[in-house]
């Protein structure tokens, strides 16, 4: 068929009322996204920020994402806006702050609400993709059926990570069993799954209170050694508590993440075959249809599980440890000091330390492998149809602490939690050329109106107008003027905060009273200073952001000015709150626009 009339038949098949820019062939997409994975776990990143290749702590490896770097476009100061999982892949995939989406932690949501707007994946299929998913989603949408949350698929095809771990078919899962080694438990348990090639082992607190099993998750965790999250009133655990380190039982290749590269090329290697991982489903690509495809990675997430092939890479790695202020921990607010209390770190030995470590950055360095693949993969299924294409890679979906503020995790506007650069690789070198390095700042909501414009969609149609970030083409060209500033609330684990970041300072307040949706959205415009527990860094002489001066004099116009134009665009700029209640089922629903255009990007300071 002659190119220009099948590109006409896709034009004619897409949805009526869908806005589209000028005809052109589409190019097929693909979004890869990592989980917690900190930007100094790629060498390219750290030469781009700091001029050297290693992380500040010590040895890191990434030659594909490096090469990735050298195709395409890197934006550099990319940030997200939320630094939990749920809420940050939310803005990504919705395109909107929290506070326009009014999802800020891990709630589960329905798209029946006055302010809802279809999704990425939903948005593309209406532009005539077929849309595709492997690995973690992260972004907890329900529908809603008689007062009832129901399924609601944001992929045509839609490859569950869940049934993946149930069924075996990776090197780690965790829910409930009710037997081990034959033996029937009593009542069903709750433990860690490791599936090696071998067999299972389980691992969980609970089991180690049933005659018969004491010490059976120490045994189990010397096997694969683990290193799990304790605080500083325990001297070890076993079972239950978060796994910092330790070595997968399968070998490269087969882990979670590798099967979902597998599943991946299998996807794009059998155009239209009926295929299967488990007793899931699928059918292969469809080559005359242009595709969007997310891979969503686990790594680094916990569990810290690197293959033992990459452990081996770096198992003679000696690492700088961030040493910890205790005049810092006395500056910090109690919504922070209970973050460092909370996840706390710096009470492990010398040796757990240098294992949290070693085996974070082996875990990042084999899911470079797997990035490089991907991308690979996907590039030369595009070029064997003679399509054009573009990758998007996100350096995790927010960042991770290695014991800096004393502390591991995430959930906090530190650097380190928020700056996860994205790199776009396309065949349209004018749109995203090779060895590209744009500084301005870019946004997590900046992924959906990207790919959209791709897509081809009008973005300036009325449509649209719900999406608050850039088409980061349009930001490399120098199109569009720099941002002045950057935003993001969270409410997981610290309860409400909200900050504000410029290329000089970082700034940041408990915005909301507590978790209560409604009431007063001007409470933060009317309390006390101290009230609101401010943090201000300067990052230009304090980069490593350890020096709160939120109550210095000779910071105050700045504190002041910083407040005075973050608090209205969160609280007043469109400020969605929801009641979801459980499973996403509720639906009473909160506004508050007393401050509209308050997010002009615009910004002066003293």
């Given at each position: 068929?002659?190119?220009l009339?099948?590109l006409?038949?896709?034009f004619?098949?897409?949805t009526?009322?869908?806005?589209?820019?000028?005809?052109?062939?589409?190019p097929?997409?693909l979004y890869?996204l990592?989980?917690d994975?900190r930007?100094?776990?790629?060498?390219?990143f750290?030469r781009?920020?700091?001029g050297r290749?290693?992380?500040a702590?010590g040895?890191?490896?990434?030659?594909?994402?490096?090469?990735?770097?050298e195709?395409?476009?890197?934006?550099?100061?990319?940030?997200?806006?939320?630094?939990?999982c749920?809420?940050?892949?939310?803005?990504?995939?919705?395109?909107?702050y929290?506070h326009?989406?009014?999802?800020?932690?891990?709630e589960?949501?329905?798209?029946?609400?006055?302010?809802?707007?279809?999704?990425m994946?939903e948005?593309?299929?209406e532009?005539?993709y077929?849309?595709?998913?492997?690995?973690?989603?992260?972004v907890r949408?329900?529908?809603?059926?008689?007062?009832?949350?129901t399924?609601?698929?944001?992929?045509?095809?839609?490859i569950?990570?869940?049934?993946?771990?149930?069924?075996g078919?990776?090197d780690?899962?965790?829910g409930?069993?009710?037997?081990?080694?034959g033996?029937?438990?009593p009542e069903?348990t709750?433990?860690?799954?490791?599936?090696s090639?071998d067999?299972?082992d389980?691992?969980g607190?609970?089991?180690?209170?049933?005659?018969?099993?004491?010490?059976?998750s120490?045994?189990?965790?010397?096997k694969?050694?683990?290193?799990?999250?304790?605080?500083?009133?325990?001297?070890?655990?076993y079972?239950?508590?978060?796994?910092?380190g330790g070595?997968?039982?399968?070998?490269?290749?087969?882990?979670?993440d590798?099967?979902?590269?597998?599943?991946?090329?299998?996807?794009?290697?059998n155009p239209?075959e009926?295929?299967?991982v488990?007793?899931?489903?699928?059918?292969?690509?469809?080559?005359?249809?242009?595709?969007f495809a997310?891979?969503?990675?686990d790594?680094?997430?916990?569990?810290?599980l690197p293959?033992?092939?990459?452990?081996?890479?770096f198992?003679?790695?000696?690492?700088?440890?961030p040493?910890?202020?205790?005049?810092?921990?006395?500056?910090?607010?109690?919504?922070?000091?209970?973050?460092?209390?909370?996840?706390?770190?710096d009470?492990?030995?010398?040796?757990?330390?240098q294992?949290?470590?070693?085996?974070?950055?082996?875990?990042?360095?084999?899911?470079d492998d797997?990035?490089?693949?991907?991308a690979d993969?996907?590039i030369?299924?595009?070029?064997?149809?003679?399509?054009?294409?573009?990758v998007v890679?996100?350096?995790?979906?927010?960042?991770?602490?290695?014991?800096?503020?004393?502390?591991?995790?995430?959930f906090?506007?530190?650097?380190?939690d928020?700056?996860?650069p994205i790199?776009?690789?396309?065949s349209?070198?004018?749109?995203?050329?090779?060895?590209?390095?744009?500084?301005?700042?870019?946004?997590?909501v900046?992924?959906?109106p990207?790919?959209?414009?791709?897509?081809g969609?009008?973005?300036?149609?009325?449509?649209?107008?719900?999406?608050?970030?850039?088409?980061?083409?349009?930001?490399?060209s120098?199109?569009?003027?720099?941002r002045?500033y950057?935003?993001?609330e969270?409410?997981?684990?610290i309860g409400?905060?909200?900050?504000?970041?410029t290329k000089?300072y970082?700034?940041?307040?408990?915005n909301?009273?507590?978790?209560?949706?409604?009431?007063d959205?001007k409470?933060?415009?009317n309390?006390?200073?101290?009230d609101?527990?401010?943090v201000?860094?300067?990052?230009?002489s304090?980069?490593a952001?350890?020096?709160?001066?939120?109550?210095d004099?000779?910071?105050?116009?700045?504190?002041?000015a910083l407040k005075?134009k973050?608090l209205?665009?969160?609280l007043?700029?469109?400020?969605?709150?929801?009641?979801?209640?459980?499973?996403?089922?509720?639906?009473?629903?909160?506004?508050s626009?007393?401050?509209?255009?308050?997010?002009?990007?615009?910004?002066e300071l003293?």
């Open positions: 068929m002659p190119k009339i099948a006409l038949l896709v004619t098949c897409l009526p009322g869908v806005a589209r820019a000028a005809e052109s062939e589409q097929n997409v890869l990592t989980d994975q930007y100094d776990s790629i060498r390219a750290n781009m920020l700091h290749d290693h992380s702590l040895y890191v490896e990434s030659p594909h994402v490096d090469r990735l770097a195709m395409g476009t890197t934006f550099i100061n990319t940030y997200c806006h939320a630094t939990g749920a809420p940050s892949r939310a803005s990504i995939h919705y395109g909107r929290p326009r989406s009014g999802l800020y932690e891990f589960y949501h329905n798209p029946t609400l006055p302010h809802w707007r279809p999704s994946p948005s593309m299929k532009l005539g077929q849309t595709f998913h492997v690995g973690k989603l992260g949408i329900k529908g809603l059926r008689d007062g009832k949350a399924r609601h698929d944001l992929y045509e095809q839609d569950s990570f869940h049934k993946m771990w149930r069924e078919i990776t780690w899962g965790k409930d069993i009710k037997a081990v080694d033996q029937t438990l069903p709750h433990a860690d799954w490791f599936f090639p067999g299972v389980y691992s607190k609970d089991l180690d209170k049933i005659p018969g099993f004491e010490g059976h120490e045994k189990v965790d010397k694969y050694d683990i290193i799990r999250m304790y605080n500083d009133r325990r001297e070890k655990a079972g239950g508590q978060m796994i910092l070595v997968s039982p399968q070998p490269a290749g087969l882990t979670r590798g099967r979902y590269n597998i599943e991946l090329a299998r996807f794009l290697q239209g009926k295929l299967a488990g007793s899931q489903k699928y059918v292969g690509v469809d080559p005359t249809r242009p595709l997310h891979l969503g990675y790594f680094p997430h916990t569990p810290v293959p033992q092939s990459f452990r081996e890479r198992r003679e790695q000696t690492y700088e440890m040493t910890v202020d205790e005049s810092e921990f006395t500056s910090l607010p109690p919504q922070l000091k209970n973050l460092v209390s909370y996840n706390g770190s009470h492990y030995t010398d040796g757990e330390k294992q949290m470590v070693r085996d974070y950055y082996a875990f990042c360095a084999y899911g797997l990035v490089g693949q991907a993969d996907f030369a299924y595009s070029e064997t149809q003679g399509q054009p294409w573009m890679y996100i350096c995790g979906d927010h960042g991770w602490k290695l014991n800096e503020h004393g502390a591991v995790s995430k906090s506007p530190w650097d380190l928020s700056h996860n790199i776009v690789i396309a349209d070198k004018k749109a995203f050329p090779a060895g590209k390095v744009v500084t301005d700042f870019a946004e997590f900046d992924v959906m990207t790919v959209l414009a791709a897509g969609a009008d973005l300036a149609a009325p449509e649209f107008a719900f999406l608050d970030g850039y088409d980061l083409a349009q930001v490399a120098g199109a569009l003027p720099p002045p950057v935003l993001g969270s409410h997981a684990v409400p905060r909200a900050w504000i970041r000089g970082l700034f940041s307040v408990r909301r009273p507590d978790k209560k949706h409604g009431g959205f409470w933060a415009l309390a006390d200073y101290e609101l527990e401010p201000l860094y300067d990052t230009k304090d980069p952001e350890v020096n709160n001066v939120a109550f004099p000779a910071y105050r116009e700045v504190a002041e005075h973050l209205p665009i969160v007043g700029d469109g400020r969605v709150e929801v009641d979801w209640e459980k499973w996403g089922a509720g639906t009473t629903f909160y506004t626009d007393f401050a509209p255009r308050a997010d002009d990007k615009q910004l003293p």
